[in-house]
């Protein structure tokens, strides 16, 4: 262990803006600015990024180990939910995060990710497979493997240079002797709404433990104030902006009036789209492939104040695999005009990681992505 490293606050925000202790910055720079890293995981991606590091750890509850690294130029795999134990993380969204390793390359990753699996007692949702020897099976031949390309997934809007990468990822695996096969996952559409419900959600009971009294941050009170104070006090001083306004947000469709109208439907939402991923594997789809990304990394403060749900569009392409409880892989593949790096998407079936890493792997080798942030810190 060299050290920790910085994130966004109880991982909430896609780009390291609402960390308690400043922003993280992305080592790659193309002009003045200083650019996100991604989130929540940013400080991870910028420290391997930027060969601090071998490898970190990062945790995914809808995209923050795929975004950071893709924003990066870095490999970061999300495993099956249950695949790595959740003991030990500052719960978000229960039913969505998932830990796992952000590294170089994607042997780094097979290593790092079979260390990093296994059942836990301690986590009730931690599943007792057998980790295969992930790095084993990077052999590279995805020879009759069959790729779905997501209609949905080209959204309106988006940049001509990531659609055009998508192209070139579906043409060098084909290559590699894959067939190319699109398909439809209609609900996709559907899985953002779905997620800022969910998330909040469960982030507001979650975090319904920060009150001041066990552990933790306290206010300091008033002459005459009482637990209620304390409470409120507490809380307004203890989280940031963003973590309140996901709170709340949770708090409201938990509430009694609210509840059916969002919570739960919201879950049924998540149910279809985890039924799309099944309907398309039982149709004999080995991994998907799909941008990782709506766009390369953007300027430190160019987006955080304008529009929470700007921000939150940066998920579009990630938060539909947290749903699913699916295995995700973002790999780098190229550059964008002004030099910036951009990553592919890989998801694959459940629990068969070392299957998506070989596909990754494959992909990896074809786009030979090898460019590294100039030093100029």
């Not at 193309?30 to 990024?49: I, N, W």
């Not at 949770?250 to 609210?258: E, I, K, N, Q, R």
């Not at 890989?346 to 998506?356: A, N």
């Amino acid at each position: 262990m060299l050290g920790k490293l910085n994130m966004d606050e109880f991982a909430m925000g896609s780009s390291n803006e609402t960390s308690t202790y400043g922003n993280a910055v992305n080592p790659w720079k193309v002009d003045d600015r200083q650019l996100t890293p991604g989130g929540s995981s940013g400080g991870s991606a910028a420290a391997v990024a930027a060969d601090l590091c071998l490898a970190a750890t990062g945790t995914d509850t809808g995209g923050s180990i795929r975004q950071p690294a893709a924003f990066t130029g870095i490999t970061g795999i999300k495993p099956t939910y249950g695949r790595c134990s959740r003991w030990g993380i500052v719960a978000f969204a229960s039913s969505l995060d998932q830990a796992g390793p952000m590294t170089r390359d994607v042997r780094d990753a097979a290593i790092m990710l079979q260390a990093m699996c296994g059942h836990d007692p301690k986590d009730s949702t931690s599943a007792d497979l057998p980790v295969p020897d992930f790095e084993a099976m990077l052999t590279g031949d995805i020879k009759g493997k069959v790729i779905g390309i997501p209609k949905e997934y080209h959204m309106e809007g988006m940049p001509e240079e990531i659609e055009r990468l998508w192209s070139q990822g579906a043409e060098m695996l084909r290559d590699a002797g894959a067939e190319i096969r699109d398909i439809t996952l209609p609900h996709t559409k559907y899985a953002l709404p779905a997620y800022y419900v969910i998330a909040p959600a469960e982030a507001s009971s979650n975090l319904a433990r920060y009150d001041g009294v066990r552990y933790g941050r306290r206010a300091t009170l008033a002459q005459g104030d009482g637990i209620t104070e304390m409470y409120e006090k507490t809380r307004a001083e203890g989280f940031g902006h963003e973590v309140q306004r996901r709170v709340m947000v949770g708090t409201y469709v938990l509430s009694a009036g609210f509840y059916d109208a969002y919570y739960n439907r919201a879950r049924k939402v998540r149910t279809l789209i985890k039924r799309d991923f099944e309907a398309a594997f039982e149709a004999g789809v080995d991994a998907i492939l799909t941008p990782a990304t709506p766009s390369s990394a953007f300027g430190l403060g160019e987006m955080a104040e304008a529009d929470p749900v700007q921000m939150y569009l940066n998920d579009v392409f990630t938060v539909t695999v947290n749903l699913a409880g699916l295995p995700g892989i973002a790999v780098p593949a190229g550059l964008d005009k002004q030099g910036l790096p951009l990553g592919l998407q890989l998801i694959g079936r459940p629990w068969e990681e070392g299957d998506l890493l070989n596909t990754a792997y494959a992909l990896e080798r074809a786009a030979g992505f090898v460019s590294k942030p100039a030093k100029w810190w």
